[in-house]
T-cell receptor, first 116, second 115 residues
Framework: GDSVTQMEGPVTLSEEAFLTINCTYT??????LFWYVQYPGEGLQLLLK?????DKGSNKGFEATYRKETTSFHLEKGSVQVSDSAVYFC???????????????FGKGTHLIIQP | NAGVMQNPRHLVRRRGQEARLRCSPM?????VYWYRQLPEEGLKFMVY????????ESGMPKERFSAEFPKEGPSILRIQQVVRGDSAAYFC?????????????FGPGTRLLVL
């Protein structure tokens, strides 16, 4: 079946540091890829998405490129802020894969802590 | 434009009781998904519904759990005879259409605690 693997957290950085959160996936079909962010006590918010190979999703200074050859969708930001502290989830959608689930397949999440 | 609404936000039940979780999708959305988030884990898909139909329940436990999305009113996730292992955050999401490019919009979740 489909799966998503994210780097383990927590990841602790200083303000203005460069951020990379690794995400790799396995899929039987040709999935769309997403990054969601979850702030404490809240639901998930879509951060960015990419629907085909070599697409780059971007939002609020965050970027991720769909790399089919390495089955990766790493999240990057050039200069993080304290307000970026949250849990970040990588996810894929592949309802036609025959794997069974019509929902999103999520990674376990990476807790990001930005210190002033 | 209201987002996905869930209630209650917090629910406490004793073992053996029933838990009913409600989800109102975004206006214009007819596709609803339920997910469960266990502590320190990612979200796990449970069930996908359209109005009056369960389309995919492959992630739903076979016993004690059921879901519905009636013609009128919110979607309901029902857990009968709750056990401590049911303690988790339950999230509902909705989308306008179904397909791998569709964005699912998430509600704030219901945090269930079973004593």
């Amino acid at each position: 079946g489909d799966s998503v693997t994210q780097m383990e957290g927590p990841v602790t950085l200083s303000e203005e540091a460069f951020l990379t959160i690794n995400c790799t996936y396995t899929a039987t079909g040709y999935p769309s890829l997403f990054w969601y962010v979850q702030y404490p006590g809240e639901g998930l918010q879509l951060l960015l998405k990419a629907t085909k190979a070599d697409d780059k999703g971007s939002n609020k200074g965050f970027e991720a490129t769909y790399r089919k050859e390495t089955t990766s969708f790493h999240l990057e930001k050039g200069s993080v802020q304290v307000s970026d502290s949250a849990v970040y989830f990588c996810a894929l959608s592949d309802p036609a894969s025959g794997g069974g689930a019509d929902g999103l397949t999520f990674g376990k999440g990476t807790h990001l802590i930005i210190q002033p | 434009n209201a987002g996905v609404m869930q209630n209650p936000r917090h629910l406490v039940r004793r073992r053996g009781q029933e838990a009913r979780l409600r989800c109102s999708p975004m206006k214009g959305h007819s596709h609803v998904y339920w997910y469960r988030q266990l502590p320190e884990e990612g979200l796990k898909f449970m069930v996908y519904l359209q109005k009056e139909n369960i389309i995919d329940e492959s992630g739903m436990p076979k016993e004690r759990f059921s879901a519905e999305f009636p013609k009128e009113g919110p979607s309901i996730l029902r857990i009968q005879q709750v056990v401590r292992g049911d303690s988790a955050a339950y999230f509902c999401a909705s989308s306008k259409y179904q397909g791998k490019q569709e964005i699912q919009y998430f509600g704030p979740g219901t945090r269930l605690l079973v004593l």
